[in-house]
């Protein structure tokens, strides 16, 4: 999976939710009176009732697409079910994010009782190695020496990072803003394969060998019943057409979700004060959001606000779109940009700053 994609969602295992304190602490001197407010305006409570009908409509829907391919049988009319069935898996990525953040319910096991069974019984995504992974992107987004979805690896961030790249590697460098979102279609698959490697790795993000067993179980849960499904509803085939278009569009759909929020944003490291900003300052400055309606909220799975989630990691879903006020007229009080573009606009920015990292590849060649 390119690292620039890997921005779904924030566990709260080592990232407490902040509060006054622990925001002051963080030079939170300006995030302080924002922080008092959304607690005011009840924002940061619990929208357990709003999850559960989401959760219940997500997982009818996906029973309906297994009737739907046990009724259709071992035929290529059943491909089609593979576009929804993408729809549906984006929104358990969704879910998953959202407990992860503690942001369904106040009980931490409940949370995790629930993102176990979004991301990997029914996702086939590692919980703690996504967690550990997010939490440290959350801690300090776009850090080229400490957020790992900004490390060079097969997308580069930054022009520095370029030094070195040659053959395959430099190719893709040259290209990469061309050839990003053909890489999302991977995605899917990706979060799979790290999932797997985290847990046969000894250097995995599992605290004890309890949790190991559980992910591992689940994992192969996963695995054994997609296979199963697929197999006794299609011919072989087809259910690996099936397979490729459902990871390939679950993907890419997670892919535009993730692509908009911080690429192109300003880089902490590039900053001589960079490593002192406040809390405020760091989230606001390297997180851009993208204006929209019910549906775009629906589509990104409320990352659209990636200020206000950035901000308030365990703020719910549903109070993100009310928050995004108040934000803003803080942020304009202290003076710091407030950055929010259109659908479009946000990838061409997003797209524009990896062709620049790759221009000097391209005028070497």
């Known amino acids: 999976m390119p690292q620039a994609t890997a921005t779904l969602t924030a566990p709260d295992r080592n990232l407490p939710a902040p509060d006054e304190n622990s925001a002051t602490r963080r030079g939170g001197s300006e995030f302080a009176p924002l922080l008092r407010t959304v607690k005011e305006q009840g924002l940061l409570e619990r929208r357990s009732g709003w999850y559960a009908r989401g959760i219940a409509v997500n997982l009818l829907g996906l029973a309906a697409v297994v009737v739907g391919l046990a009724l259709l ?46 991301a990997n019984l029914l996702l086939g995504m590692s919980q703690e190695w996504w967690n550990d992974k997010h939490n440290r992107h959350h801690a300090n987004p776009n850090h080229l020496d400490k957020d790992p979805d900004v490390a060079a690896d097969i997308l580069v961030f930054a022009q520095h990072q370029t030094t070195g790249r040659a053959g395959f590697r430099g190719w893709l460098t040259r290209h990469q803003a061309w050839l990003f979102f053909p890489l999302t279609t991977l995605e899917g698959i990706a979060l799979k394969v790290y999932g797997f490697q985290a847990l046969f790795s000894k250097d995995g993000p599992y605290k004890t060998r309890r949790e190991r067993l559980v992910e591992g179980a689940l994992l192969l849960a996963h695995v054994v019943g997609y296979a199963t499904l697929l197999l006794t509803t299609l011919t072989v085939g087809q259910a690996l057409v099936f397979a490729l278009i459902h990871q390939m569009l679950l993907g890419l759909h997670l892919g535009m979700a993730f692509a908009p929020n911080h690429k192109g944003m300003e880089m902490p490291d590039a900053h001589p004060d960079g490593d002192s900003w406040g809390h405020l300052r760091r989230q606001v400055l390297t997180s851009r959001n993208i204006r929209g309606g019910i549906l775009t909220d629906w589509f990104l799975g409320g990352l659209n606000y990636q200020i206000e989630h950035h901000l308030f990691p365990n703020m719910p879903r549903p109070h993100l779109r009310l928050a995004q006020p108040a934000v803003r007229a803080h942020c304009r009080t202290v003076g710091i940009p407030y950055t929010e573009t259109g659908f479009v606009e946000s990838y061409r920015q997003a797209l524009g700053h990896l062709h620049e990292v790759g221009e000097p590849l391209r005028s070497a060649a």
């Open 73 to 118: 049988g071992p035929s290529w009319w059943a491909l089609p079910l593979a576009v929804p069935l993408a729809l549906l898996s984006a929104r358990v990525a969704f879910v998953g994010h959202d407990a992860g953040h503690s942001q369904i319910s106040g009980d931490r096991r409940r949370n995790r009782i629930i993102q176990l069974v979004h």
